[in-house]
Structure formats: C-alpha cells, structure tokens
C-alpha cells in the first residue's frame, strides 16, 4: 500500500494527537479540582496532588511542539519523488 507520509510525519502526527490527548487530561483534572471544592465534605487539591497540573499541561505542551516539528517539512504540494 502506497502512502505519501514519511515516517517521521507519521510520529509527528502521532505526537500532536498524544499532547491534546495530555492537555485534554489536564483540563479534566482541573475542573474536577474546581468542582472539588463546591462539595461540602472533600477536601480540596493540596500537597503532591498539585504536581498533576504542571505534568498534565507541560507534557501536552512539549509533544504538541515536537509533533509541530516532526511535521514542519510536510508541506503541501511539494515534489517528494514518490510514486
């Protein structure tokens, strides 16, 4: 089966989908958290609970570039002398 992506643009469009999968797991955890403190008997995020935000958004953050860079060399229309 031909296919007209290189394989580094395969991992880059694989790193996009993995950082807004990343981010959209931190946007999560941050409403749960805001939400968290409308309930009257839980306690709200303290201590290493709030290592996950910076892991969450940071990680989401670095594939998503990397992703954009694996992907800066496909553009489109250009000769790439395949069949």
Known sequence: MA???RSHE???LFLIFAGATWLGFGLYGTLLAANRILLAQVA???GKELL???IFYGLGALLIVL???ELREATPGKN???I
């Open 80 to 82: 790439r002398g395949l």
């Open 3 to 5: 296919t007209n992506l």
């Open 10 to 12: 395969i991992v880059g």
């Open 44 to 46: 709200p995020i303290a």
């Open 67 to 69: 992703g954009q860079i």
């Open 52 to 54: 996950l935000f910076p």
